[in-house]
């Protein structure tokens, strides 16, 4: 799950609408082959003897002085955790980790596997990989059949996808790939600064239109799932069509409010800050459930959504207009004719006919 925090502070933007998108795209994890153990901070995936060579098998890091044995350790940042577990590969998906691939034992004599025939995974937390294959017409496995996603990362590579040894990237044409897991939904909180107008004894806090009480999670199904924070001449909150979990938090001894909305990746949330009340919300309910409130002319919570589009025309000319035309309100048809070097003549179409 992906997190996103923003403060709200007293000055506000009157009318101002954030849209947020929640998406699945990431930076690439960073790992490297170091002598020994990892650095502090990375987490040690696999050792080796000699990642340079060809021969080398797949060793546990726990079942060795890395230093003394003089392993090269294939080292990996941005994850929590990797470990060789003896059970079947339900654990790893029971404790929301991934299966990065298999070792044939727990000796100096393991082989690497990308396929469930040997039973002991390795299994990986936030990291996800892939197993390239090598180009059939030059055995090579880099570019667009090596590690080519944006957000790849080249771990070591492997001399078969079966009972295989293992090395530095640049050895063998078949290379495992690591990059962080796709999360499944992501989260937003807005929490109002100590000097927000939403932190008054005036604000109250609303789930659908029913008035949150306190510390609050709210689950589907709702109807039009907003939770947002009323103050005597604000509103802002989360808006929007569907939702996987809603809360309400209070911080420094009650005096702050925290709203904390979480969503499918792929989807996303309207962050309105504006001028009025709960009614301005409401107002939007068929618009936000039926998907077309960003197809508005103007999408708005606290001013009115015009029906007819403004339409304004500027001419950009040295030339005089010559008119004596009167009219008033209502729609109209105008014609400019140009009737001389500069003047250009305004009047209702068909007038002259």
């Given at each position: 799950?992906?997190?996103?925090?923003?403060?709200?502070?007293?000055?506000?933007?009157?009318?101002?609408?954030?849209?947020?998108?929640?998406?699945?795209?990431?930076?690439?994890?960073?790992?490297?082959?170091?002598?020994?153990?990892?650095?502090?901070?990375?987490?040690?995936?696999?050792?080796?003897?000699?990642?340079?060579?060809?021969?080398?098998?797949?060793?546990?890091?726990?079942?060795?002085?890395?230093?003394?044995?003089?392993?090269?350790?294939?080292?990996?940042?941005?994850?929590?955790?990797?470990?060789?577990?003896?059970?079947?590969?339900?654990?790893?998906?029971?404790?929301?980790?991934?299966?990065?691939?298999?070792?044939?034992?727990?000796?100096?004599?393991?082989?690497?596997?990308?396929?469930?025939?040997?039973?002991?995974?390795?299994?990986?937390?936030?990291?996800?990989?892939?197993?390239?294959?090598?180009?059939?017409?030059?055995?090579?496995?880099?570019?667009?059949?090596?590690?080519?996603?944006?957000?790849?990362?080249?771990?070591?590579?492997?001399?078969?996808?079966?009972?295989?040894?293992?090395?530095?990237?640049?050895?063998?044409?078949?290379?495992?790939?690591?990059?962080?897991?796709?999360?499944?939904?992501?989260?937003?909180?807005?929490?109002?600064?100590?000097?927000?107008?939403?932190?008054?004894?005036?604000?109250?806090?609303?789930?659908?239109?029913?008035?949150?009480?306190?510390?609050?999670?709210?689950?589907?199904?709702?109807?039009?799932?907003?939770?947002?924070?009323?103050?005597?001449?604000?509103?802002?909150?989360?808006?929007?069509?569907?939702?996987?979990?809603?809360?309400?938090?209070?911080?420094?001894?009650?005096?702050?409010?925290?709203?904390?909305?979480?969503?499918?990746?792929?989807?996303?949330?309207?962050?309105?800050?504006?001028?009025?009340?709960?009614?301005?919300?409401?107002?939007?309910?068929?618009?936000?459930?039926?998907?077309?409130?960003?197809?508005?002319?103007?999408?708005?919570?606290?001013?009115?959504?015009?029906?007819?589009p403004e339409v304004?025309?500027?001419?950009?000319?040295?030339?005089?207009l010559k008119s004596?035309?009167?009219?008033?309100?209502?729609?109209?048809?105008?014609?400019?004719?140009?009737?001389?070097?500069?003047?250009?003549?305004?009047?209702?179409?068909?007038?002259?006919?």
């Amino acid at each position: 799950m992906e997190e996103s925090n923003l403060t709200v502070m007293r000055r506000i933007l009157l009318g101002l609408i954030f849209i947020v998108f929640f998406t699945s795209y990431g930076s690439a994890l960073s790992a490297d082959i170091e002598s020994g153990e990892c650095s502090e901070g990375s987490v040690e995936l696999i050792s080796m003897y000699d990642s340079s060579e060809r021969f080398s098998h797949p060793l546990n890091p726990e079942n060795y002085d890395l230093e003394e044995h003089g392993l090269d350790t294939v080292c990996v940042d941005g994850i929590t955790d990797a470990e060789v577990v003896e059970d079947a590969d339900d654990e790893c998906i029971e404790e929301g980790r991934r299966v990065g691939f298999y070792m044939s034992s727990d000796d100096s004599l393991s082989h690497f596997s990308n396929h469930e025939a040997y039973n002991l995974p390795v299994c990986t937390w936030e990291m996800e990989t892939r197993l390239t294959s090598p180009n059939p017409d030059t055995g090579d496995s880099r570019d667009e059949y090596g590690c080519y996603e944006s957000n790849e990362t080249a771990l070591f590579s492997v001399s078969d996808e079966h009972n295989a040894h293992v090395a530095e990237p640049d050895i063998f044409s078949r290379v495992l790939c690591g990059a962080f897991t796709k999360p499944e939904n992501a989260t937003i909180s807005l929490e109002f600064g100590e000097d927000s107008d939403f932190n008054s004894e005036t604000t109250t806090v609303y789930f659908e239109e029913d008035e949150v009480d306190g510390e609050q999670v709210y689950n589907p199904p709702a109807d039009y799932p907003y939770l947002i924070a009323e103050s005597s001449d604000y509103v802002a909150g989360i808006v929007e069509s569907g939702f996987l979990e809603a809360e309400r938090q209070l911080i420094d001894e009650e005096d702050r409010n925290k709203i904390v909305y979480t969503r499918d990746i792929g989807e996303s949330v309207l962050l309105p800050f504006t001028e009025g009340d709960l009614r301005d919300i409401e107002n939007r309910r068929n618009h936000v459930v039926e998907g077309t409130f960003l197809d508005q002319i103007s999408p708005s919570f606290g001013y009115l959504i015009p029906s007819t589009p403004e339409v304004k025309v500027s001419l950009d000319s040295d030339a005089d207009l010559k008119s004596n035309l009167t009219i008033g309100t209502g729609p109209h048809t105008l014609e400019l004719e140009k009737t001389g070097e500069d003047e250009i003549e305004v009047r209702r179409r068909g007038e002259n006919e």
